[in-house]
């Protein structure tokens, strides 16, 4: 009975830790992901908790609280078989995964989540680094600016121009037209 | 040694001709010309400066007999009225053919040869390409410092004040006011960025066909990037393709962007900021 106790404990541990991993994993890419791998997490632990009330006392009431959450988190049933029978399951879901390393144009990306109780409670970046291992700027979004907040110029400062394109009719008399005519 | 006026080093030299529809401007710094002809004697520099832009002009003419849809006898027309099949077609068409599918797919759709009614239209990535290999044609002859627009699309190499390592400074034509410029951008010089290509609503040819069937987001689009085929697509997809096109285009490639919404407003990379 203690043997097929641990055995089935050792499992639900596995099967965690790969849900944990996974989500290590889906964290690199979106955050919708993560979000659908962090329920089956607390599913999974859900039913640890709802089984691990009928063999322990003691821990029942903290892994029944978890179990309530669990049960709202109906896709976890891929976790509940191998997490059925067990007891203390649910303090393996207390931990750090670290996802792979993922290559992006800013360097090499890997991140690490904490998970507690079967929820993720913290993401840290564990690499996040160019080439020569400065850290990077994250971000080339455009955002929204002011026209006076742009580099400014005047047709008199600049060597060329830069535009939808003309025709040769609408070139005669277009800025660029005059930079060439003053260089001829 | 040549006069002190002349190696002050602002002036430039620039030839212009028309071809595929629009003008082409070769401008170059005197001083990279004619090292070799005596002062005073004015005619060496000129000469090495038309023979140039002949060479650039027979680059951007072969481009044009070959893949214009307004000459009925290019290799283009006779593709789209059918007599010709791309496995019959010349290398030089598959092969740009095959790099347009494949900016389709970087680009999702946003970018696409084909028109609504079916017919290939490579112009999209026609004059870029043309617009790079001109640049390989002025570094094959010697000349490093150049400034190459075609249209509106820009390429550069080296520096206005040759041996300075100053940028080519580039306007941006303002959509609103096209006698006005709305920004500005470094190429050449220490950046990577060599090139600059601006897309709008107001473009010639019709290569921005979703933007018009979807009812565009953006007047004007300019992007800024290494290789002057990548900054022409990008910035025809951000424009046919709107804001999402524009995140993903930062996202995945090495560029600035800088783009005016129909409303004026401007969206810009950190690169545009001042």
Known sequence: MRTRAAVSAALASAGILIAGWQSGVHIADTSSSVASTATGTTGSTGSTGSTGSTGSSATSGSAGSSGSTGSSGSTGSSGASSASGTTGASAKAVGTYAGSVVQTRFGSVQVQITVQAGKITDVTALQLTDAERRSVQISNQAAPLLRDEVLQAQSANVQTISGATVTSDAYLNSLQAALDAANL | ?274
């Open chain 2, 1 to 274: 040694m040549q006069p002190t006026s002349e190696l002050a080093g602002s002036a430039l030299k620039a030839r212009t001709f028309g071809s595929m529809g629009t003008v082409i401007s070769l401008t170059v710094p005197a001083r990279a010309l004619g090292t070799a002809a005596v002062p005073g004697t004015a005619g060496g520099g000129e000469r090495e400066l038309d023979a140039a832009a002949a060479a650039v002009a027979r680059v951007f003419a072969r481009a044009d007999e070959t893949f214009s849809l307004y000459r009925p006898d290019s290799e283009a027309s006779r593709l789209a009225r059918g007599e010709l099949s791309l496995r019959d077609s010349s290398a030089g068409m598959r092969d740009r053919y095959a790099d347009a599918i494949s900016w389709r797919l970087m680009t999702e759709g946003a970018f696409t040869p084909e028109r609504p009614d079916g017919v290939l239209d490579l112009s999209g990535i026609i004059k870029g390409y043309a617009i790079g290999q001109a640049g390989e044609v002025l570094r094959s002859r010697g000349i490093t410092d150049w400034c190459l627009n075609a249209g509106g699309d820009v390429l550069v190499m080296g520096s206005p004040v040759p041996g300075s390592g100053a940028s080519w400074a580039a306007g941006i034509v303002d959509p609103l006011d096209r006698s006005a410029l709305l920004s500005a951008y470094a190429l050449g010089g220490p950046g990577a960025r060599r090139a600059l290509a601006t897309s709008g609503l107001a473009e010639r040819g019709d290569h921005i066909w979703t933007a018009r069937s979807r009812g565009a987001e953006f007047a004007q689009v300019s992007v800024a990037a290494a290789g002057i085929v990548a900054a022409d697509v990008l910035a025809t997809a951000i424009v046919a393709g709107g804001t999402a096109m524009l995140h993903r285009a930062t996202d995945s490639w090495d560029i600035d962007v800088l783009a005016v919404r129909r409303t004026g407003e401007l969206l810009a990379t950190p690169g545009f900021r001042a």
